[in-house]
């Protein structure tokens, strides 16, 4: 009975050297992958760093391009502004070239009635601008 006893203890003994092996190199690879893990969440904190200026920099040039568009919509209402300006001034002009051109041309008419009525020039052909 001794012999089975025996085999029996050294399958135990066998089993507890096994098991310890196991656990010796479980633990190994779990603190591998603890510092894997580790590692993984520093890189992942400096990519936030990464994106978290970024989205800064983004917003710093959001505003820019904010103000930037302020700056043309103003000065596109000062050309539109200072355009009719243009527009009504020589709507004036032209007015007063027309009157203007009216006045010659009934200073035209009359003298050319006071000329027929006190001399005999050719007729003078008038054109219209």
């Excluded at 990464?50 to 103000?67: E, F, M, P, T």
């Excluded at 020589?90 to 007063?96: G, L």
Aim: charge should be positive; glycine fraction near 0%; avoid cysteine.
């Amino acid at each position: 009975m001794e012999k089975p006893l025996r085999i029996v203890i050294y399958l135990v003994l066998a089993l507890t050297v096994i098991n310890a092996l196991i656990t010796f190199f479980e633990k190994s690879q779990l603190k591998q992958i603890q510092n894997n893990i580790e590692a993984s969440q520093r890189n992942i904190d400096t990519a936030l760093n990464y994106i978290n200026a970024s989205r800064a920099r983004l917003d710093s040039l959001q505003g820019d391009v904010d103000k930037f568009k302020y700056y043309i919509k103003n000065i596109q209402a000062n050309v539109s502004i200072l355009n009719t300006k243009k527009e009504i001034e020589e709507a004036k002009s032209n007015a007063k070239l027309k009157e203007t051109v009216d006045e010659l041309n009934a200073k035209v008419k009359t003298f050319k009635e006071e000329l027929k009525a006190t001399d005999s020039l050719p007729p003078i052909d008038v054109k219209p601008l």
